[in-house]
């Protein structure tokens, strides 16, 4: 599925399964709470946090699709069409830091 596509779907599950988009900055604090869950389950699987019995169950995957699904809804909102967004995106950066990393001593 491209991300257009997904934008596509998710749009349509919102207006029907969904009723209706919550408001942008609903959705934005959802976004972060969203993004809360992600460093959650990042800080016990790979920092030095340590698992409550609670979160035995948790899926990074799922996690990271619900941010994915929120930031979409606000894309489709706000009018914004992530292929062109993150193309343009990566093409800013690719001018930017062509040589910046390379040069990144803490890097090597």
Known sequence: MTIK???EVIDKWINTTGIRYFNELTNTAMLME?????ARIMARQYGEQSFKKSDK??????EMADVLFV????ANQTGIDLTEA????????S?????RHKNN???K
């Open 34 to 38: 969203e993004v809360g869950e992600v």
């Open 57 to 62: 169950e948790v899926n990074l995957a799922d």
């Open 5 to 7: 596509e997904a934008q």
């Open 95 to 99: 001018i930017r830091d062509a040589e």
């Open 105 to 107: 001593q803490k890097l």
């Open 86 to 93: 993150l193309e343009k995106n990566l093409q800013k950066k």
């Open 71 to 74: 930031l979409m809804c606000l």
